[in-house]
């Protein structure tokens, strides 16, 4: 094994996954550069979740090597993966996995109280995330009370709050309207970058590609050059986009 360079806070070299038989992931390597805001660009089904599950550590690679701040997560046993990803990592889905019998606080401070971390001290922190994200006052309902982009800003509270190393945001705006994913993505790519934060952001979307400070392509579990991503529909039509690694 080869450690990674030292201004990397991941990399992962020749990664090879496979799905009942079918490719997922065919020799991707990557690095992330500490503070960097680095989207995974890639039409669906083109490897993007599989590659964050490697980098995270909720899927062990069946070849290749995933390191993370020169510790090798690919030879973790998994309860060590899983402490590394309660402490040093944070998710966001593209569907808002929330307990249902938290409240809004509670689920954004769920990382938080998971550590041991004082409950006021928990909840303080989680209500300044819900405010600038403009759902304060939502902060005692449940998820069924909450609509679909109330759950999401939610869920990005939760990943911001214990001010991880390392976001892993797969797809967090595909279920928005166009509307709604502008302002969530400000406050997360805003947030990352005033408090050092590192975001791998998986996506379709030639738009929300654009935000980051560079884009790596995948196209059938392969690092390609360039791919083609839907652009947001204007007046005249629809429009494609093609981003280059």
Not at 226 to 239: I, Q, R, T
Request: charged fraction near 20%; hydrophobic fraction near 45%.
């Amino acid at each position: 094994m080869v450690a990674p360079p030292d201004n990397d806070v991941i990399w992962a070299r020749s990664l090879h996954h496979s799905h009942n038989g079918s490719p997922g992931l065919a020799g991707v390597s990557v690095s992330v550069r500490d503070a960097e805001i680095l989207a995974v660009a890639g039409p669906r089904g083109s490897g993007k979740t599989t590659l964050l599950h490697c980098l995270s550590g909720r899927l062990v690679p069946e070849q290749g090597e995933v390191w993370f701040n020169s510790l090798p997560v690919h030879t973790m046993a998994a309860r060590v993966r899983e402490r590394l990803r309660r402490e040093r990592f944070g998710w966001i889905a593209a569907d808002p996995q929330l307990v249902p019998e938290l409240t809004a606080w509670e689920n954004a401070a769920l990382p938080l109280l998971l550590r041991g971390v004082a409950h006021r001290t928990a909840k303080k922190a989680a209500t300044e995330w819900l405010e600038r994200l403009d759902i304060a006052a939502l902060a005692r309902k449940r998820p069924h009370a909450l609509l679909q982009v109330e759950r999401q800003r939610v869920s990005v509270a939760r990943a911001l709050c214990a001010r991880p190393t390392v976001i892993f945001a797969d797809e967090p705006t595909a279920t928005l309207h166009r509307a709604e994913l502008s302002q969530l993505l400000r406050t997360l790519t805003a947030a990352a970058r005033s408090h050092d934060i590192t975001v791998v952001l998986a996506t379709h979307d030639a738009e929300v590609a654009a935000l980051a400070d560079r884009t790596v392509s995948l196209l059938d579990g392969r690092r390609v050059s360039s791919v083609a991503l839907p652009a947001e529909p204007d007046a005249e039509g629809s429009a494609a986009c093609s981003l280059s690694v």
